[in-house]
Every structure is written in structure tokens, then in C-alpha cells.
């Protein structure tokens, strides 16, 4: 969806798209009146009109963006999108695990090592991504309050021409090639470019990308090959719902966008319904609300992260780049709306180049953003890096995961703009959890005579 409200009285519009599979939106600014103007875009199904598209206009005398946000979730539920953590704890009781555990990526050899000591500095619920080797993910499985997952991907195929170049033997999904690739059009050689890949010479060279109507089935045979000997609860799928729905040409496996979505959500439901696993994927979209339980980037906006953060991940920002300050953590433009309508339902995390602890000098202000939605933090790290900063993260997850952890199974009620400068905000949650935030660099006085300090927020009831 996506709407206009007016500030002083919160009436508005909103456009709710009930058909979004070949679906673009169209924002133009006027270079005189410097207005905007938005609508959908309607792409052809495979060249040909399909279906019939509908999209719904809902007009608001009050409320703004929160009802809006409300009217959403209420069609979620009505279409079967919506699919809260209670439902899905029943199913898969891990689940729980998620909620108050902050995003760990760390690719130390001594996993078990780093484990140890997150618990000892009383870090003691987290999701630890990087994996490991068959001792280490038993040890780290049996780890009370602990999920422990690995990286997969069913989009990129690396394929014979580009190992050659890339002076590797070996490569992801390179047994999916040439049959299982997506074309762009009726010619074979018009295949789809994925991922790029620099190689030694300095030239780029392009995996091929995986039709998705395939890719359940490696999916399947790997993962209970797998499973035999690494007991992995948790498993996170790069690029199926950051990654637009696609078309393929291929005679042996044609697919429309809404053939992509159906085999993507595919993907991701296999993992809970038939490995019982707890699920993540990048980025993410709300078609696959009943079938993912988390996502790595869902709180990063795409443009708005530090150049190249899905390559350079380890890498450290001494320096915020304005885009980032102005906009990823501006609490001048941002606004909860997947919580509002989402919050018990997926886990929100960062992006996993656009983490907590990228960039040092606005740390605390992600750490706030993650107590106001009731999210958990993503930490990466070394050894070296926690040793420097191990106050730092245990204060994190301390002022973080707490709130996350309360209100995990909550539905959030409101936001609200509490000052003129929008420095101070507060967020409501069904369980009763009210959290003030004070972005600001001067203390603010509440309506009930208390002072907030700045950089600070207070969680009452």
C-alpha cells in the first residue's frame, strides 16, 4: 500500500494494491509546484494482459499513516497473509527462541568459544547465523535459548565458463546449469544475469540466475542431506523475497511473476512445515508473512545504506555518510509501518551490511530505533572487535531485548510524534508496553512533568 495523509489532522488517502504480483509504483516530482504525484504501474503478465488487475482507494477523515497501517493489516488477515508468532509457535516451538535474540554473525573458528562467552557476558538468548562444523552446530543447537543457522541460496548459479574465470573448481548450484535457468525471452542463449562476481583480472563476470519454479527441489535433497549430520534449527535464504518475482521463457519450466511468488513462498515454506525449521530471508515482503519468521534487512532501507554493504560486510564505517544519517536512522522520515501492521507476526532485523555496530557513531541511535519497534539488534563481529567493544554489545542487547522479548507476541498499537522537532516518539503495544524515545541531543519534558534525557528512552506500562 502506500498513501498521503495531512499532518494536523491526520486525514488522508491510502491505495491498497489487491493484485501486486505485475505491479510497479509510479512517484513523480513536479521540478515547479516540487509536488508528488503516485500511482500504480501495470506490467504485462508474459506479454498478455491476464487477470484483472484492482487496486482499492481508502480515504481517512483521521488517523494518518498508523490507520492506514491498521486498514492493511486488516486486509492481510482477510486474503490469509497474516500468520502471528502464537500460530507459529504452536507449529514450531523454536520460534520462541527468536524473540528478545539479536542477529549474531561471527566467523571465528572457535564458534563455540564465541558462544561461551556471549552467554557468560549475559548475552544469553541470541541467533547465531554463521554456522559451523558438525560439532560445533550440536553444541551451539543445545544451547539453551539459542537458534543456530547457515546461509543457503537458490537464486545464483554459478556456472562452467565462470568458475573457469574465476580460477575455482567448484561453485553454488553449478548442477543447475544450463537446464534450470531462467531465459528472458524464446532464445536459449538469452539467459538471466544474477549476482555479479569481480574476478582476478578485475572484470565482472554474472552467475545465472535459478528459475524459482526449480529451486524447491535442490532445496529439499539439500537440506535433508544436510540435517543428517549438522542438527541446524534455523536456516536463512539469501535473495528470495529481496528479489523481485520473475518471469521465465523456458519452455521447461515457464513462469509468470505469480508463478514466481507461489514457488519463492514454496522455497521458504518446506523449511518450516516440512524440516520444522525456523526461517529467514533477506530483506524482505509480506507475501511470505505465513512462511518466514525473520528477516535480515526489513529495518535497512535499500538506498540508504553505506555503498557496497552487501560485499564489504565485516567492514567497519569510521564515518556516516549523510544519506545514512539523513534517512536510514532520520527520525524526521522514518515510520513503523511494517511494525504496525507486522510486529507479532516476523522479526525485523537490519540489513546484514547495515548492522548495530557498522557504524560506531550512530550505534546508539539503531539501538533505539530497535526499542521503539520492539526489534532485535544484528551484530557482526571478531574476536579482536569484541574485546574492544564488549561493554558496548552487552549494553545493547541489555537496553534491546528486554523490550523485544515482551512484546514479541504483540501486536503494536500506535506510534505517535511527540515533539515538533519529531525527536521524541512513542509506541504502544497490545501487552501494555508503552516506549518513549528520545533521539534528540536535549532533554524533553512529558506530559506528566518527567524529563526524558536526550539519547534516551524510557519502557513503561
Sequence with gaps: FFGVQDDATGAGWMAILETPDDVALLARRDAETKLWTLGPSWEDQKRQFGYARRVRYVFLDKGGYVAMCKRYRAHAKAIGKFKSFREKAKERPLVDRLLGAPNVWCWERDKIAVAKELKASGIDRFLWSAGGDEAQVKFLSEMPDVLVGRYDIYQDIYHPEQLKKLGKKSGCNTEAWPQDVIWNSVNSNDWRHAWPVKAKDGTWTYCAMMCDSVAPTYERRNVAKELKT????????????????????????????????????????????????????????????????????????????????????????????????????????????????????????????????????????????????????????????????????????????????????????????????????????????????????????????????????????
Design 230 to 461: 549438522k542438527p541446524y534449527n534455523t536456516r536463512f535464504i539469501d535473495t528470495t523475497v529481496a528479489a523481485p518475482w520473475q518471469t521465465c521463457w523456458n519452455p521447461a519450466h515457464p513462469m509468470t511473476r505469480s508463478d514466481s511468488r507461489h514457488w519463492k513462498m514454496e522455497l521458504l515454506r518446506i523449511l518450516g512445515d516440512e524440516f520444522h525449521l525456523v526461517v529467514g530471508s533477506e530483506t524482505g515482503h509480506d507475501a511470505s508473512v505465513p512462511f518466514c519468521d525473520y528477516y535480515e534487512g526489513m529495518l535497512s532501507l535499500g538506498p540508504y545504506r553505506v555503498p557496497d554493504s552487501g560485499r564489504n560486510i565485516p567492514q567497519i564505517w569510521t564515518n556516516v555518510p549523510p544519506r545514512v544519517a539523513k534517512y536510514q536512522v532520520g527520525e524526521n522520515y522514518r515510520l513503523p509501518l511494517w511494525e504496525l501492521v507486522y510486529h507479532e507476526c516476523v522479526c525485523a532485523h537490519w540489513y546484514w551490511g547495515d548492522y548495530n555496530n557498522k557504524l560506531p557513531d550512530i550505534w546508539w541511535k539503531r539501538d533505539l530505533f530497535n526499542v521503539l519497534y520492539g526489534t532485535m539488534g544484528m551484530y557482526i563481529f571478531n574476536n579482536r572487535q569484541w574485546k574492544e567493544d564488549k561493554e558496548k554489545f552487552v549494553r545493547s542487547y541489555r537496553i534491546t531485548s528486554p523490550v523485544a522479548r515482551a512484546t514479541g507476541y504483540s501486536e503494536m498499537l500506535d506510534h505517535r510524534i511527540l515533539s515538533p522537532d519529531r525527536t521524541v516518539q512513542q509506541s504502544r503495544f497490545a501487552d501494555g508496553t508503552i516506549v518513549t524515545v528520545n533521539f534528540g541531543d536535549a532533554p524533553y519534558t512529558l506530559p506528566d512533568g518527567t524529563t526524558l534525557p536526550a539519547r534516551s528512552h524510557r519502557v513503561g506500562r
